[in-house]
């Protein structure tokens, strides 16, 4: 079984793990089927934050109540390890409520952000692959080369003589000046 995720969305949950640094980050993942189609930031409410995550009730009732309105499906959890891999610790497998849901885990052990994606119960861990939405994907914003540069600031220049070309030539011509008698 494999579940997409949008860029977008993808962007949003590593943002808010970033965010939350040291501590973890937490949400809900709505979408349908297996399609994570929007991210639900939480407060985490954890006595011991920088290990552990606890959603607060009444944002949790919130962001469900959003996702309903949004006619989207609750598909699971996330939440972030500030200072360790993106595999489910004892705790996150003791304390799954429901076995139904997926869990996203952001590691920001890398430079990079890692998503894994897991189903838990508290009997198994299965990993489920995470596939990315290219269409959704922002083109990288990479600096044009110096021949690149040149080569528009030249294009740029023969359209403005091209213009200018054009502008004279359309205009009337000058009228006959007769000497005065």
């Known amino acids: 079984m494999a579940v997409s ?3 977008p969305v993808a962007r949003q949950i590593a943002d808010h793990a970033e965010a939350e640094a040291p501590k973890e980050a937490c949400g809900l993942l709505a979408g349908e089927s297996n399609h994570i189609a929007a991210a ?3 407060r985490n409410m954890a ?3 920088e290990t552990q995550f606890q959603v607060d009730p009444q944002e949790q009732l919130r962001a469900l109540k959003a996702i309903d309105a949004a006619e989207f499906n609750w598909l699971g959890v996330y939440h972030s390890h500030p200072r360790s ?3 489910p610790s004892e705790a996150d497998i003791r304390d799954c409520a429901d076995a139904g849901l997926l869990h996203l885990i952001v590691s920001l052990e890398r ?3 890692q998503l894994k994606l897991w189903r ?3 009997f198994s861990v299965t990993p489920i692959d995470l596939c990315y939405d290219k269409v959704d994907q922002p083109a990288p914003d990479r600096p044009l080369a110096t021949s690149q540069q040149a080569a528009v600031i030249i294009v740029g220049m023969v359209a403005l003589l091209i213009i200018l070309l054009i502008s004279v030539s359309l205009l009337p011509p000058a009228p006959d000046i007769m000497p005065a008698p």
């Open 120 to 122: 838990l119960d508290q």
């Open 5 to 7: 995720i949008t860029y």
């Open 47 to 49: 006595t011991a934050p």
């Open 85 to 87: 891999a993106p595999i």
């Open 40 to 42: 639900y930031p939480l």
């Open 111 to 113: 430079a990079t952000p």
